[in-house]
């Protein structure tokens, strides 16, 4: 009689593995039916929005419909993660993934709304891009050695996009090195820092640099120093941080994820067309503008990196004990 029962119950709960698995085979065999939103956390026209913005374009015509961009600004992006975390894992709504709020947050904050890396499905990595320290171009602070100094003879503050977000924990590590007091400023994106900077509310931004580089060359801005290992070939007067005896060396990335419980052959789909996205002349030109390089990682691999770049800033959160609440 037990026996009996117990293979019955086994009978189907396999049904109903087959079944499960022949709605995900079928979903993504009319995946996508509808358009796709891509929720950014930054407003239109701060840095990351243009990388999202490229990719959704491209990401559209390779996957046979419109990706729409969502954007949710604030908490330097773990707004729009949270949101991903409470969608339909179907494949219809994404997430620009980056280092504040996959990286950063996880290790500056006691509590969060999401878990990394198990609430997410990491699709691909995008793009790796140097953060650049900037001045208003009207700024007395003409190089790195000018802003040492005045942080030293008084008082500095410094812009990011977000408190607890990747720039804000690489400029304190920046900070811990030169032995700087600087008052930091959180915002919402790079659109509203622009504003305060030209106005002269705040003196420098700390931000991955390569998206400004419209005011930077328009003379708006003046980039004093980038955090990669080499100087950009594009910029060979701009020195980096290390050169100049402040030893940090980080980029920010960017890529997409979906909710956990995504159906893998929808996953799938979603990195064929990412790949054949990422070809295309007009996303490497934008993607390797100024020093930033397009990146090939993909699922099992872009997960291993989102959690060793947990472990990095989570060390710079330990030695300048920045934890938030």
Request: hydrophobic share 40%; with cysteine.
């Amino acid at each position: 009689m037990h026996k009996r029962l117990f293979l019955r119950n086994a009978a189907r709960l396999v049904a109903a593995a087959c079944l499960a698995g022949s709605a995900a085979v079928a979903a993504a065999a009319d995946y996508p039916a509808q358009p796709i939103k891509l929720l950014i956390g930054f407003p239109p026209g701060g840095g990351g929005d243009l990388y999202g913005r490229t990719i959704a374009q491209e990401l559209g015509r390779h996957i046979g419909q419109p990706v729409v961009v969502d954007n949710k600004a604030g908490a330097g992006g773990n707004i729009a993660a949270e949101q991903l975390t409470q969608a339909r894992p179907d494949g219809y709504t994404l997430l620009l993934a980056m280092s504040g709020n996959m990286g950063s947050a996880p290790a500056i904050r006691k509590t969060l709304p999401y878990k990394v890396p198990e609430d997410f499905v990491f699709i691909s990595q995008l793009v790796e891009t140097p953060f650049g320290l900037m001045v208003n171009a009207d700024s007395k602070i003409k190089t790195i050695q000018d802003y040492v100094a005045a942080a030293k003879g008084g008082k500095l503050s410094y812009a990011s996009t977000g408190a607890g977000g990747a720039a804000q924990i690489v400029m304190e590590m920046v900070k811990q090195q030169a032995g700087l007091d600087i008052l930091h400023v959180p915002y919402k994106g790079s659109g509203p820092v622009m504003t305060d900077l030209m106005g002269g509310l705040v003196d420098s931004f700390f931000a991955p640099y390569t998206p400004l580089m419209g005011q930077i060359n328009g003379g708006k801005l003046r980039l004093l120093a980038v955090s990669s290992a080499k100087r950009i070939p594009s910029m060979p007067d701009v020195p980096t941080l290390k050169e100049s005896g402040i030893d940090v060396v980080m980029t920010q990335w960017y890529g997409l994820a979906a909710p956990a419980g995504t159906p893998k052959p929808v996953i799938d789909r979603i990195t064929r067309a990412v790949k054949d996205a990422m070809k295309q002349p007009e996303v490497l030109r934008v993607y390797r503008a100024d020093g930033a390089q397009e990146s090939t990682l993909t699922g099992t691999a872009f997960r291993d990196f989102v959690v060793k770049d947990i472990a990095n800033y989570r060390r710079g959160v330990e030695r300048g004990h920045l934890q938030l609440d």
